[in-house]
């Protein structure tokens, strides 16, 4: 066999190699995102949510949820389908909720969920930006004599099971050399049923469920002033939306809707300004946010380059969602975690260009 039939050939390999590395290529870039395309076309987005939990996620007595947690459902379904109400909320308990993510029964996991090392890991998971900056506290009777979570030794305490909830309890307890005896409950019905029926000294979780509960605890039992949350903090609760990690541009898209929210709120575009401000952008900021302006838009998620007008118009931005939800309950926003970094806060987004 002559060299330069060998060189021939192996020149062909090698254009067949780049030929094959551009069809791959071509592939991975035209699949996008399998999670997308069947939330288009389905029409609708399937969100894990909590139904128990005033502020957060919570079925009113009308069969209407709410929550910080469904607002951001509803701006996941208006940047991909351009109307925030084709939304269908799954209930998604603490025991199953990424079960049912995995097994693709939701697109998205919004209920109040810890970023952990263990579940970002170990779970397959990708976790949005953080919407709430939480911590775990502890709830006792306002007539107690309890004063700090430390002065419960010896107590028995209400605590929810398929939660990070259960091991800082444990840890917090631990850490001191301090007994309790751990009342296992499924959901927030049974810690308010046992709470209700003096079977728990304090009831822990984390502090905006605390809050939450409080906020509808029953007439009969007293209502919100027959309950305190303790000053202590046990833990650090980033709390965001959930998704799977094998499909990164829906993870993409699920992170900057909440980014989207952050930005337009840094910005001054709010619900009332929005359609003003894509008409005509005060800068190249709020044009590159809107998808408005004369500059086309530097990134592809595979979704309208307008999808922020259409969540900020429909939804709001950060600071709207946040007074509308979780205000309500009690949780001041001014001079906490969730504060915007420009007022000491930890609500920060990267830019968007």
Request: charge should be negative; aromatic fraction near 8%.
């Amino acid at each position: 066999m002559g060299s330069k039939f060998i060189r021939a050939m192996l020149a062909s390999f090698a254009v067949l190699g780049i030929a094959l590395a551009a069809c791959s290529s071509d592939d991975t870039s035209s699949a996008g995102s399998a999670t997308l395309k069947d939330v288009t076309d389905r029409g609708v987005l399937n969100c894990g949510v909590k139904d128990s939990q005033p502020g957060f996620g919570f079925m009113t007595p009308s069969g209407v949820m709410e929550g910080n947690d469904v607002e951001y459902c509803k701006a996941i379904a208006a940047a991909v389908l351009g109307d925030a109400s084709k939304v269908k909320y799954v209930p998604a308990s603490a025991s199953a909720r990424f079960d049912i993510l995995a097994a693709k029964e939701i697109d998205v996991l919004i209920r109040t969920t810890t970023w952990t090392a263990s579940r970002d890991i170990n779970l397959k998971t990708t976790f949005a930006h953080t919407t709430f900056y939480d911590g775990q506290g502890m709830m006792v009777k306002a007539n107690s004599k309890f004063g700090k979570t430390s002065d419960l030794n010896g107590a028995t305490i209400c605590v929810t099971t398929g939660t990070t909830t259960e091991q800082n309890l444990e840890d917090f307890f631990a850490d001191r050399g301090l007994a309790y005896t751990a009342l296992a409950v499924a959901n927030d019905a049974e810690s308010q049923a046992a709470f209700l029926q003096d079977r728990c000294d304090g009831w822990t979780g984390d502090k905006s469920n605390l809050a939450g509960q409080r906020s509808a605890y029953p007439v009969d039992g007293g209502g919100p002033a027959a309950l305190r949350v303790l000053p202590d903090t046990l833990s650090k609760e980033p709390l965001g939306p959930v998704t799977r990690e094998d499909d990164a541009l829906w993870s993409q898209i699920v992170d900057w809707v909440v980014l989207g929210t952050i930005l337009a709120e840094e910005f001054g575009v709010d619900s009332s300004n929005v359609a003003a401000q894509s008409a005509n952008p005060k800068n190249k900021d709020v044009a590159r946010l809107l998808g408005a302006g004369a500059e086309p838009t530097e990134f592809n998620l595979g979704i309208s380059a307008t999808f922020m007008q259409d969540v900020i118009s429909q939804v709001g931005n950060f600071g709207e969602i946040y007074a509308k939800t979780i205000e309500p309950i009690g949780l001041a926003r001014a001079g906490s975690l969730n504060a915007s970094w420009k007022d000491g806060g930890l609500i920060y987004a990267p830019p968007m260009r």
